[in-house]
């Protein structure tokens, strides 16, 4: 028998992001080739036309998993029944910008869907936060909508992961599907930690310790922390516009991993709402490295942290404090 459709949210839709995402969510990319959706796609009221536009193109490509599609730029209207919400609608930074000169716009965006998913989103629903600042943007929504277990409002640095696996396997020439457990903590900004301690590759004698693999033990803790770091920006700086498809494959692999559960013994990261695990402070939304079953995330926990690890994790910490208080200030404003 096949299964009742789920109801997936996406806010942003005309935008790159969502351009790109929404037809590998209809594909079956995200939940799988047997589980059909209806897409709930919102666009603001200036962009009706290219709303207008995308849901056409939905149409014609024929996609067997899409059973219907609402296009709207009324977010109550959105937002209604949904059962999984990727939140990205936002205020992006142009080159030259920095994140706190678009957290006013950020935050009134996410208190205001956030209220939405609060009052009509389906119990339990699922949320991911891609828009940036991606960490904040997530601690305003949930503020907003405490009707939704804290467990399931999530943000977005699988794309930081998939950065640090495509560069660990660039550098070992080994095929990417070879490396795993890379893990991402903190903010999604260039303060973010990408930390291969204890990454594995598989060899022809079995899965190693990527330090057995790795000659170059002081790239892991230079060249590689901050290619990963500064990947968005540099994709920003070439392409003029910020990464699109990659982090909308992201999404994909996030939501995916979270719902259909993460393979025995592989790790990824998601933004999730600290719950003081490695000493970081609880409330805050904080990338950690998670395992997934049965539609619930739980911390990898007990990994030695060392010094290096620690700062670096602190670091990030810090940076999302100033980033939580300055969106605060601007909610009491
Ligand atoms: C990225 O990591 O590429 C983006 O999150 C950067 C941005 O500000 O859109």
């Not at 949210?9 to 059909?36: E, F, H, S």
């Not at 706190?100 to 949320?127: E, R, T, W, Y």
Request: hydrophobic residues 40%; neutral net charge.
């Amino acid at each position: 028998m096949e299964k009742a459709p789920l109801k997936i949210l996406v806010t942003g839709a005309t935008g790159q992001i969502g351009y790109a995402l929404v037809p590998m969510i209809a594909r079956g990319l995200m939940l799988g080739p047997n589980q059909p959706i209806i897409l709930h796609l919102l666009g603001p009221d200036r962009a009706f036309e290219a709303l207008k536009g995308l849901k056409m193109e939905l149409v014609d490509s024929a996609f067997p998993l899409l059973k219907g599609i609402i296009a709207t730029s009324d977010v109550v209207e959105a937002c209604k029944g949904v059962n999984i919400a990727i939140m990205v609608a936002g205020v992006p930074c142009k080159e030259g910008m920095q994140r706190k000169d678009v957290l006013p716009m950020n935050v009134s965006i996410f208190k205001s869907h956030g209220s939405a998913l609060d009052q009509h989103a389906a119990p339990n629903c699922k949320v991911v936060v891609v828009a940036n600042p991606a960490n904040t943007n997530a601690l305003i929504l949930k503020e907003f909508a405490p009707s939704i277990p804290p467990k399931n409002i999530t943000c977005l640095t699988r794309l930081d992961q998939n950065r640090a696996l495509s560069q660990l396997s660039e550098h070992l020439k080994v095929p990417v599907t070879d490396v795993k457990n890379v893990i991402i903590w903190g903010n999604h900004s260039v303060m973010q930690y990408p930390d291969a301690n204890y990454a594995t590759v598989t060899t022809t004698d079995g899965e190693k310790p990527i330090q057995e693999v790795m000659l170059d033990e002081q790239w892991l803790q230079s060249r590689f922390v901050t290619i990963v770091q500064h990947r968005g920006d540099n994709v920003l700086k070439v392409r003029k516009k910020s990464s699109a498809l990659s982090a909308a494959s992201a999404t994909c692999d996030h939501v995916r991993d979270w719902i259909l559960g993460t393979p025995k013994g592989t790790w990824v990261s998601m933004g999730i709402y600290s719950d003081g695990s490695y000493g970081i402070q609880p409330g805050l939304m904080y990338s950690f490295p998670v395992t997934c079953q049965n539609e619930e995330w739980s911390i990898v926990q007990e990994l030695n942290i060392d010094e290096f690890s620690r700062e670096k994790m602190d670091a990030s910490a810090e940076e999302l404090m100033m980033e939580k208080s300055a969106a605060y200030s601007c909610l009491t404003r």
